[in-house]
T-cell receptor, first 110, second 114 residues
Framework: QKEVEQNSGPLSVPEGAIASLNCTYS??????FFWYRQYSGKSPELIMF????GDKEDGRFTAQLNKASQYVSLLIRDSQPSDSATYLC??????????FGAGTQVVVTP | GAVVSQHPSRVICKSGTSVKIECRSL??????MFWYRQFPKQSLMLMATSNEGSKATYEQGVEKDKFLINHASLTLSTLTVTSAHPEDSSFYICSASVVQETQYFGPGTRLLVL
């Protein structure tokens, strides 16, 4: 079992709709959770981090964390074509290691 | 804030030569820097973790004698690919961490070995 699991996609989202990305992790002791966006041919850029259960909002992005279910998600509201990218979920586990998921490709269609 | 630079952004070299890639944290002091490799359409693969002033910790399967990492200061880490071969051609990305384990990535270096 991989430490961090994501659906590979592609997730096709109409422009203006909400994109919902999911991520599960295996280490129950993980404390920090991150979402990165990676455009094709570019390096990842940090979108959000979340440490506590519940929701955290930043502009059009909302991260949701449920430690009991070992689940973290990212919602992108009012999706734009510029949101088309691969989204990486990352977890800082209890061993002090940073674990990345394989990423979910999002395609926003006009 | 939290800007990480890499140099060069792109390098082409002949097989058998060595290539050095620099990673700098521009506006913060990074206690830890990470080196990743990414092949086309694949996920990030962590190669090694380096802390300032100490030896790097390499991931399983990564040859430490081939991928030399030096972390001389809190703002600079270097990765040297020694005796590069075509199979070493890849996208090399560094990242630096600040408080609360957040990693900030550099723009990456695309290496092509002929």
């Amino acid at each position: 079992q991989k430490e961090v699991e994501q659906n590979s996609g592609p997730l096709s989202v109409p422009e203006g709709a909400i994109a919902s990305l999911n991520c599960t992790y295996s280490d129950r002791g993980s404390q920090s959770f991150f979402w990165y966006r990676q455009y094709s041919g570019k390096s990842p850029e940090l979108i959000m981090f979340i440490y506590s259960n519940g929701d955290k909002e930043d502009g059009r992005f909302t991260a949701q964390l449920n430690k009991a279910s070992q689940y973290v998600s990212l919602l992108i509201r009012d999706s734009q074509p510029s949101d088309s990218a691969t989204y990486l979920c990352a977890v800082y586990d209890s061993w002090g290691k940073f674990q990345f998921g394989a990423g979910t490709q999002v395609v926003v269609t006009p | 804030g939290a800007v990480v630079s890499q140099h060069p952004s792109r390098v082409i070299c002949k097989s058998g030569t060595s290539v050095k890639i620099e990673c700098r944290s521009l506006d913060f002091q990074a206690t830890t820097m990470f080196w990743y490799r990414q092949f086309p359409k694949q996920s990030l693969m962590l190669m090694a973790t380096s802390n300032e002033g100490s030896k790097a910790t390499y991931e399983q399967g990564v040859e430490k004698d081939k991928f030399l990492i030096n972390h001389a200061s809190l703002t600079l880490s270097t990765l040297t690919v020694t005796s590069a071969h075509p199979e070493d051609s890849s996208f090399y990305i560094c990242s630096a961490s600040v408080v609360q384990e957040t990693q900030y990535f550099g723009p990456g270096t695309r290496l092509l070995v002929l």
